[in-house]
């Protein structure tokens, strides 16, 4: 039986990045703010390949009795669900030379799916939305892989993981410019926004290859981060499996209704009645980022690993509040539409963004294990997106007619329920491990 994997499609001659020399970034501040800034801008960029067709609502359009753009969110979804899947072993065992080889290929195989979908006819050209979120589903591990195991990455991987905040409004501004201004059509603004964004990423790709290695101090502070073998895998999942499944539990509903949100905003402000609005997006967003970058960029300050990653489960569980009072208050009609969106969107990351940057970093530096924290990640991102698929699924064979504001606001009330229980519990197990630890090897 063959195995096709991404090391047999690359080259396997070593090659530079064709340009410059690597600059001179001396001071640790100087190395965090840039880092932070090219990762942030690369991901901004990656995202405009994923996420512009969401600005379209394709109104009336149904095939086999489920909403045209349903079928192509699930469709892209599923794509990504794979490449979760694919990810677990993937990342865990990428090596750190030609990474941008990767992220080009890769972006460069989404960006051609977004033409098939626009030339072949409907239905059959949502085949091409799951073709483009595959290779776009491995390039977070790829991506964060730059800037994990050093002493600022809580700041580091807040800035990337706040950048699909900011670029979920943004892109969607930038489609319907197009859609407004330019007269392009549904099909084809994913395609050409890709245009707008494929030199700039050539650009911010080349900063990232600019990033120093971690320093020794770093990795006294965080542990050396290695390729991850099967069998270290195995260990890692047996000597904190409850806690893992309580963690992943939560992100499963974060990831959900994070991603209901992202897909379905402009169905919702067009519900409320901002449909001609498309810098509403960036509007609801730019402060969720700031604000997530803030909160999560500070636990930087905290040097003790383990009282960080207890921190970690209280941001997550203010998440959860935040995002059910939100819901809350307006469908009692105390808080207007905007601020229930920026609301429910700040508690929904407070939950989803420490997944994606501090929380397992803490996990691996407070238990110290020598890995890496993409095979976490994608561990718990396999989880999410099966359970996102599966909500959308099912709003559709049971044919749950209800429009996306009232599902969305009443849904996250019962989510934040469940959310901030599993929290607690996930804190209690980490917390007695992490005194046990002590216990046994006398570390802190």
């Not at 972006?107 to 085949?127: D, E, H, K, M, R």
């Not at 195991?149 to 580091?156: I, K, Q």
């Not at 999942?237 to 379905?264: C, E, M, S």
């Not at 980022?289 to 930087?300: D, F, N």
């Amino acid at each position: 039986m063959f195995r096709v994997t991404l090391a047999d499609i690359l080259p396997h001659k070593s090659i530079q990045l064709p340009l410059a020399p690597q600059l001179k970034l001396r001071s640790p501040i100087s190395i965090a703010l840039y880092s932070a800034m090219a990762a942030f801008l690369t991901y901004t960029m990656i995202f405009g390949f994923r996420k512009t067709f969401t600005v379209a609502t394709f109104d009336g359009l149904q095939y086999w009795g489920v909403g045209y753009k349903t079928l192509i969110v699930v469709a892209q979804v599923l794509g990504y669900l794979l490449a979760k899947f694919y990810g677990i072993r993937f990342i865990a065992e990428m090596k750190r030379q030609q990474r941008w080889k990767i992220i080009l290929i890769l972006t460069g195989v989404a960006w051609v799916s977004w033409l098939l979908f626009a030339v072949f006819p409907a239905p059959y050209n949502i085949v091409f939305a799951a073709i483009n979120g595959f290779p776009l589903g491995m390039l977070w591990g790829v991506v964060f892989s730059y800037i994990e195991g050093r002493r600022s990455t809580d700041f580091l991987g807040a800035a990337l993981a706040v950048s699909f905040i900011f670029s979920s409004g943004f892109v969607k501004s930038i489609g319907g410019w197009l859609m407004q201004h330019w007269g392009v059509t549904e099909l084809w603004v994913p395609f050409v926004a890709g245009l707008v964004f494929a030199i700039p990423l050539l650009l911010f790709v080349w900063m990232m290859e600019q990033i120093p290695a971690p320093t020794a101090e770093d990795e006294a502070e965080r542990m050396h981060r290695k390729p991850l073998t099967q069998p270290e895998r195995h260990q890692i999942l047996k000597q904190f499996w409850p806690g893992l499944i309580l963690a992943i539990l939560v992100y499963v509903f974060a990831t959900i209704f994070r991603d209901i949100r992202d897909n379905f905003s402009a169905d919702m402000w067009k519900e409320l009645g901002f449909g001609e609005r498309p810098a509403i997006f960036t509007q609801t967003e730019l402060p969720i980022t700031l604000g997530i970058l803030l909160m999560v960029g500070s636990l930087t300050l905290v040097r003790n690993s383990s009282k960080a990653f207890m921190i970690a489960h209280l941001l997550i569980a203010a998440g959860f509040i935040i995002t059910g009072t939100s819901s809350l208050l307006f469908m009692a009609g105390h808080v207007p539409a905007f601020t229930w969106m920026v609301g429910t969107g700040m508690g929904l990351y407070m939950v989803y963004i420490p997944f994606n940057s501090i929380y397992f970093e803490r996990m691996i530096a407070s238990f110290k294990i020598s890995g890496n924290v993409g095979f976490l990640i994608y561990l718990a991102d396999s989880a999410g997106y099966v359970g996102s698929v599966a909500v959308l699924v099912s709003k559709e064979l049971l044919q749950v007619k209800t429009a996306w504001v009232p599902f969305f606001s009443q849904s996250t009330q019962w989510l934040s329920l469940a959310g901030l229980l599993l929290t607690i519990l996930a804190a209690s197990y980490f917390f007695k491990k992490g005194r046990k630890q002590v216990l046994i090897d006398g570390t802190s």
